[in-house]
């Protein structure tokens, strides 16, 4: 084991369970205080195919994966074929009886022997368990926790077959080390970005949620779903993205906070709705969760391709805000930002975020529930000035906003170019107040923003930027050059629009050399930041291959 | 007590003649029929000349995107089920760039009445095909003229299960400002197909024609008979039946159907914090 | 002779005792029966489970995107009328995302054979409802049930007048088989909707669910009776009728409407420049 | 009259037949030699409001509007309170008898004397033939030749009313100055921009259109449903702007040349499709004719506010091309390569114009059929290599393009990350390689970039940078300052995207100040450069009320 830190990979086929393993596994990690970081790769498919999930885990804060594992949980022969080249070399492979592993150790678990058929899973579980030295009675729990409710009719086969292969596997010899102790065990919880950015909307107090299913965005709907009746909140699947998006803009303008979720080619089908809210001026919270395209492409890998689509989708001109969370934490944090500056703003808020965002689990620090900052409604009661009028030209460029049918005052509002009383108008004089109203939105939107975060060195050799997932991967690529001596600083974007340049021009100044990492092709926001500041990155390690940013491949690509 | 004059008179951009005057006209009558005043109502609408109805009278107002009508109502309606929602929007609109949300709204039994203007033509884009143009109908853009068969909303409609299926004609006002309170009133979604002369456009369905064709459904006709009112639906030739053609009160309206909508509209609910809490404790 | 090697054999990505492998297989079967080779043949595909099929059978391929299906048949078909075109994709697909051109093909009669594989859920993205899910369908989206109305698109589109309205189910595959030549040679838009279940997401509408209710339509039933026809097409529940349930040859497909196409394909014509010029000195 | 031109302003209520006199004006003044400018003006209504139909006429070659008017033609009372302040010094009211105009000479027609009240057009025609001093005769052939055929019953009446108002008019005594006289009077093709890009895309062997109603576009359709039968098209209006961009590909993919047009709303709808073709290498051309947005906004004026949006329109990485035309004659030429480029490069390539490009009618120098440079079809007739593979790597990126049903090979095509022979597959390493196989087609279109175009000094004090249907006034602008003895340039694109640095950076690092000039508030042209060069334009001349750029917006704005 380099370092303090564990890579555990499980494969095998679709409809194996490898998922159901890692989860119980991963969250019986973090109660027993650990730090994870879970990559989940799998395919467009169902049943067979290959699938991974990985667990990377240390006593120490952890937020990237790694590329070399230590572990390989086997659920198939393949799984021993594609991955045994990624083992360390203390690596162990846990596998069948029959193991097919050339070069390293193999813990052949005789899973017939130990259990039935159906709780293969469980043996595997458990395995992993006393392997990594978890507690028994912990991960008795965990499992019951999860299954107790919803299958009680064999929660006690469970514990049985788990007690029979920890008792089994304990009596192993193997030479696998053992995972280094927490130093305290704070309560930690456990979930992947999706999760975080559903929670952080619930908090933020989410009404309305309408979405067309689409990997990697639907677990945020799904989750919001779970909990619809208990938070009180309407989640509708639509007939397609179109109305989902035009359903989140009615949803909104008659009074409920709301979002939707999608993918680049759901995206594409919103992107008028996305014009729509502009106009009209109507909050609304848009999920696009990447994953590779063009079209439907790599529909389960990830990417990050779609920043320069997300920032000018829609035609005509209107300001945005567009958020790019680098941890569950920025995920639930900053989807209450963007419900509130929608509300304030009264538009469009978009949140970026990539498939391996949104499946990796983290150990995540409890949300002060009631701490959290107030989110706006944005809302007034009654009209101040006579007569109501939704478009009344400010200063601010926001205009007050009533809500229809709450008041006598009748609120209009217009896709169409609109006087202040939000009727159709074709006075060109208007047009061109009512185009400045709404820029000068943006002009406050732009004194709201998260600037970036810069770590490291102040005048560093080398200045790392980066966006959204990559942070963790970026993070650990500059922490490990830094080990060797490098000064390396990093500058990681959770915003990246409308960008400041006080905020971190200067930083990239001052870096002898700045190097842009991001997850698609073009080096897209690298272009932005020119297109910003003239400031030209000039290096860049891009990753279009579908999977995630690791601190391996930055450092290859660095030739570090 | 509303009146008429509650919902206000407006110059209108439309065409000396167009039946979308007297379309207003019945709409604002039945309103006034339904007791209801203008905050009490939202209407939302797509783009077209049908489209810019809701500016002519006074409501609440979501005029949004060509074809796009339906889902803003739906979400509305979702948000704050104590509105009154009417979508007024064109044959086009509905039917043929939101043909998806008609199936859609008609499946989810919206609470929402939908009064689409029915020109058969595409009036403010002047004069191509619309989803009902017959066939033969000859435009610019259908210089070989309309190759594709006529969509009868109200036959789909009845065939899908919609719960209120009605007919009428601009050129019949009360009988308009007649069902469109009983629209209204119908728990679920409600559809209202109005037949409209065109005279700048549509110079085959004009005023003369649908006149001509247009009949009201005689007394005894029972629109709860669904066999009957698939026959009827699909009467269009020389005699084209107006009236309520299927009424069925058998589905619970969509907005009746989420738990979180028992207690009330979306609006103005603080987030619960215990139940917050609760929600996170799954995630240990 | 086409055998059904020439069709080829390929590994899916399909669950084992999925409805879609006897899908596969029948439309291999009928595609041998239709005397065609794989190169005469195109087939367009959305995307899902249903939509992989194309994949994995030998013939020209187009898999577009998510519910656009038909439009991309549609100009295929246009651009080249000889080409025998087959949409295969989910109910999602067709009803979902792409209802509105389902709508629009059945109205423009276009010589595109339609099979949807109706497993009433949604596969590939793990299980949420469908348009054809039913009423009450619990799903990780649906935890308080299906709300809206299953999607019977049978009956909508006898309703619309569609000439070749099918319906089978995968563990039919004679029947499947069968029916496809027909519909291939069917002048004009034909549907075929085939039963299947989906072992991994719908354990409702089960293998044995659906083979307790589908029965094949007796004999002596006649296709080309519409009234017949839009009753069968009603029927769902403890009986489900499979085979052509309607059939009519009355209008002409969408690709001999075209004065252009009259001479043929749209492939490699030459620009006309004695007509062209022609055309240009109107602008004189 | 300034220098050696003329403006003419019709104005009406929509219906009252001001598009057929505009017409019959312009076209008549066309035949007659002269150089025009139209500009329409119109409303989104089918009756009632008030349109304008301005024609800028001289016997010079002109290319821009104008916005003082010499001669009203009112057809109204409104026309004459709204405009007759645009009136110059000298400029004349035509009006009915009863005048409102305040301080400027009025023509009282006695339109009800002169003619029925059908005929009201024909004698303001007779009217504004005369004072312009048109040929009778060819007025009368210009009123034949359109109305001859399709109403052989009114031809006598028509050329009755002609005549009457002629000499009526001719008798009057009227201080206005006629035009000066052309020099040679060369035949000109009398068309809008919509109308030339309509018959590039016939001379290019466009086969097949497919479209959803949109202002300004439809004008293309429309050209193109009238000579289907004739050239051998197909035009299909479909069910939406998604059905019409996907039929379009299918169509392509079958093979036929293919084109939509559409604009911001419809095209919003057609970015997933933008993605399809990109990704399964379909060619097709997209005409985006500009309208203001966002939403619905102002559907019959005029803006160039989507660069940015269809640049990045559809999700997922992959190259295009977008031209910009400035005139007619660029929309005929341009879309010609448009289309060749579609077949050799295989993927979307984009058109932008706007309603005021759209709508202008112009006088157009006859094109010589015979001579026009071929256009690819970019199919190959068989396979040279064995088993064919759609998507076979080349070192172009290019992959050999054989058509379904034509040849015994299969032809697959997937918007699935796919294999060589089209499959779809998540083999990682061979995504990359497609990746970058596509993305090599961009690197070869950059060598197919149309020059911006540059005029004037070479290191000018004053370079004014524009795009599209901008450059008229911009040129005029420019012509006007030199004329005052300043050194100033112009530089204008007709190409904006891809960007290629060499051939424009140095004339912006040459001039003393760069002035953008663009119909839209971001500035979006300005920031692509800066975004692709580092050059920042400083000084910006932007317009986004809905009217068309002016030579006297741009002298006004640059305080000259
Ligand atoms: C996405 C989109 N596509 C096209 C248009 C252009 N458009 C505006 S109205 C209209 C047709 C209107 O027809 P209909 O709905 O029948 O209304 P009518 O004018 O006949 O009342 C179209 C195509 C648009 N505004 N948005
Ligand atoms: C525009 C778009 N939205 C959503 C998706 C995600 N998606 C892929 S397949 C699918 C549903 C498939 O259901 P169905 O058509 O019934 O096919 P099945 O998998 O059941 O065979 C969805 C929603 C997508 N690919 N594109
Ligand atoms: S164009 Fe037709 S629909 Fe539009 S206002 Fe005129 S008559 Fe009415
Ligand atoms: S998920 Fe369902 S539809 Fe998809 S392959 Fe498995 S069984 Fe078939
Ligand atoms: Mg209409
Ligand atoms: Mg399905």
Redesign the interface.
Known sequence: MLERDLNILIGGEA?QGLVTIGELLARSLV?SGYSIVVTQSY???????HNTFAIRVSPDSIAAPRESVDLLVALDVQTVVLHEGELTAHGLVVSDTVCPARHHPCLSVPYRELADRRFANIVALGVAGVLLGLDQELVARTLDDLFGKKHPEVTEQNERVLAETWRWCSAQEKNFPRLPAVSERA?????NGN?AVA?GA????V??C?F????PA?GI??TL????????????????E???I???????????P?MVAT???G???M??????A???ETPVVIVVGQR??????????T?Q??L??V????????PRAIFAPGTPEDGFRLIRKAFDLAARFQGPIFFLTDQFFADSYRA?A??D??ALPPVA?GIEKDAAVLPYRRYAITESGISPRL???????????????HTED???T?D??V??AM??KR?RKGRELKAEVVPPELAGDGKPDLLLVCWGSAKGAVDEAAAKLRAGGARVATLHFSQVWPLVPEQFLPHLEQAREVVGVES???GQFA??I??ET?F?IQRQVLR????PMTPEYILRELGG | MVSIEDYGTYETAWCPGCGNHSILEAVKRGLVAARLEPHQVLFVSGIGQAAKAPHYLNANVFNGLHGRALPVATGAKLANPELTVIVESGDGCNYGEGGNHLLAAIRRNIGVTLIVHNNQVYGLTKGQASPTSQEGFVTKAQPEGVASAPFNAAAVAVTMGAGFVARSFSGMIDHLAGILPAAIAHPGFALIEVLQPCVSFNKVNTFAWYKQRCYQLPEGYDPGDRDAAMRVAQEWGERIPVGIIYRSGARLPLEQRFAALHQGSLLEREVDLSTLKKVMQRFV
Do not use: C, W
């Open positions: 409809g109660r395919q467009s498919r169902i049943r067979g195919g309560q930690r919880l456990f979930m999760e929670l619930l908090a933020a107090g009404k309305f309408s067309y299913p689409m990997t639907t709907p799904l779903a779970a909990q619809a009746k208990a938070m009180g909140l309407v989640v509708e699947q639509a007939e397609d179109i109305a989902a035009n359903m989140a803009i009615g949803a909104s303008f008659a009074g409920a709301s993918s680049g080619g995206f594409a089908l992107t008028e709705g996305v014009s729509l502009g106009m009209t590779p395209g063009p079209a439907t492409g790599l529909p389960t890998r990417e391709g779609d320069e689509f920032l000018h989708a829609g035609h005509g001109e209107f995540v409890p949300f529930v009631e409604s809500l229809p049918g709450v008041t006598r005052h009748l609120v209009v509002v217009d896709s169409d170019e939000g009727h159709i074709e060109l004089t047009r061109k185009m400045e820029l698609n092709a073009f272009r932005l020119r297109r003239g030209a279009y291959d579908g999977l």
